[in-house]
């Protein structure tokens, strides 16, 4: 069963940091993309960021210059630096990752519970 736990979120003040980890556990042949979405209240969730195996990355214009995906394909983890943060950045932040179970499947798509960033003075 694979899993995808989150951590690193919290209370910031507005213009503050913090940096998101995603862990992705279990058995499984290989992670494709891996990416950071967001879900504030009484919002849609939407993408923040995508990051391929091969490193090439994707954000949304409303974080771009501020926000940083990063993977590690060893530790199977992939993390997001979020700078100059807004209150309009707060919202409950999830990781997905799309999951190759065996070299002869399709991926599929996988979440994490999600980690809740607060930006407020």
């Known amino acids: 069963q694979v899993q995808l736990v989150e951590s690193g979120g919290g209370l910031v003040q507005p213009g503050g940091s913090l940096r998101l980890s995603c862990a992705v556990s279990?058995?499984?042949?290989?992670?494709?993309?891996m990416g950071w979405y967001r879900q504030a209240p009484g919002k849609e969730r939407e993408l923040v960021a995508t990051i391929a195996s091969g490193g090439s990355t994707k954000y949304a214009d409303s974080v771009k210059g501020r926000v940083t995906i990063s993977r590690d394909n060893a530790k199977n983890m992939v993390y997001l630096q979020l700078n100059s943060l807004k209150p309009e950045d707060t919202a409950v932040y999830y990781c997905?990752?799309?999951?190759?179970?065996?070299?002869?499947?399709?991926?599929?798509?996988?979440w994490g519970q999600g980690t809740q960033v607060t930006v407020s003075s």
């Open positions: 997905n990752a799309e999951v190759q179970a065996s070299a002869l499947y399709r991926s599929n798509t996988y």
């Open positions: 279990g058995r499984f042949f290989r992670l494709n993309a």
